[in-house]
């Protein structure tokens, strides 16, 4: 089975349930999935991808920051920039959006 894996400090907001996308350079993901979903190195449960996307971090929306479980585009580019690095302050930097559903 395929996995997703996150940092700890997301483990909360996904065990809650709240987390329900992840931004990535690039996935082998694709739509109907079922990923295990694990946090540090906690198991959490599992997922169903629902949607994967290539976007431009400029093109970002709210929805994605809801989902995100982020308060503003800063907060979420200074997660991207900790994760891939100072590339992550272009607008035009590609990523790609997982949307995924808790089984």
């Known amino acids: 089975m395929k996995r ?5 400090r997301y483990y909360k907001s996904l065990a809650s349930k709240r987390k329900t996308v992840t931004i990535r350079l690039s996935t082998n993901l694709k739509p109907g999935d079922v990923v295990e979903i694990y946090a540090g190195k906690r198991f959490i449960g599992r997922a169903k991808i629902v949607r994967v996307e290539r976007r431009k971090v400029g093109e970002l929306d709210t ?5 995100e479980n982020m308060e503003s585009l800063g907060e979420l580019i200074e997660a991207l920039i900790d994760h891939y690095g100072p590339t992550m302050a272009d607008p035009d930097s590609e990523v790609t ?5 808790r089984l």
């Not at 997703?4 to 700890?8: A, I, N, Q, T």
């Not at 929805?63 to 989902?67: I, S």
């Open 4 to 8: 997703l894996y996150f940092s700890g």
């Open 97 to 101: 959006v997982i949307r995924f559903e």
């Open 63 to 67: 929805e994605v920051l809801k989902q």
